[in-house]
């Protein structure tokens, strides 16, 4: 089945800083990545995601890129806020509505 | 629309008690799932649904049971709950073929479960 492998675990910057979280995965068939925004004691939220037939996509401060041919995908975070702290979820699936592997998760702490 | 509802939020079993968490949704959509988060950690699928009267396996699916009669609704039923059950369950739902993004999961707000 699907791995998907995320890093790092914790990430802390200073605001205003750019901040960037990377995943890989296992499955070449994968073709859909949504990267979820959870908070504490929230539920996972989606921010932005990505399919296969694309490189890159930008939503205001927030974007993701992927390189199938390595299987890895990035999201970015630019100009960050203390708001923008929070655990933040890659994932990986084969299609559209299938089931979603996810990443272990990173804790992105944004300082003052 | 209320989206994505469970309950009960929160949850003390005692090992060996039964329990079933409901998860129903108002959005008309055909994929449902069950997935748990174990402190500081990803999460999990359990079973999914692509339709009423369908379901299937997740990662893992041990000590648990889930059914699909209607569109709206996926419980999970939990049989002789153990302590290794204790985690945020989490349901979703995705796929509405009358509009909106065909590929977000949409999560309810949880349930925590802890089994002494």
């Not at chain 1, 539920?43 to 037939?53: A, E, F, G, T």
């Not at chain 1, 927030?62 to 100009?79: D, G, M, P, Q, R």
Request: aromatic share 10%; with cysteine; proline share 5%.
């Amino acid at each position: 089945g699907e791995n998907v492998e995320q890093h790092p675990s914790t990430l802390s910057v200073q605001e205003g800083d750019s901040a960037v979280i990377k995943c890989t995965y296992s499955d070449s068939a994968s073709n859909y990545f949504p990267w979820y925004k959870q908070e504490l004691g929230k539920r996972p939220q989606l921010i932005i995601d990505i399919r296969s037939n694309v490189g890159e996509k930008k939503d205001q401060r927030i974007a993701v890129t992927l390189n199938k041919t390595a299987k890895h995908f990035s999201l970015h975070i630019t100009e960050t806020q203390p708001e923008d702290s929070a655990v933040y979820f890659c994932a990986a699936s084969r299609s559209t509505a299938s089931k979603l592997t996810f990443g272990t998760g990173t804790r992105l702490q944004v300082t003052l | 629309n209320a989206g994505v509802t469970q309950t009960p939020k929160f949850r003390i079993l005692k090992i060996g008690q039964s329990m079933t968490l409901q998860c129903t949704q108002d959005m008309n959509h055909n994929y449902m799932y069950w997935y748990r988060q174990d402190p500081g950690m990803g999460l999990k699928l359990i079973y999914y649904s692509v339709g009423a009267g369908i379901t299937d396996k997740g990662e893992v699916p041990n000590g648990y049971n889930v059914s699909r009669s209607t569109t709206e609704d996926f419980p999970l039923r939990l049989e002789l709950a153990a302590p290794s059950q204790t985690s945020v369950y989490f349901c979703a739902s995705s796929y509405s073929a009358t509009g909106g993004n065909p590929y977000e999961q949409y999560f309810g707000p949880g349930t925590r479960l802890t089994v002494t």
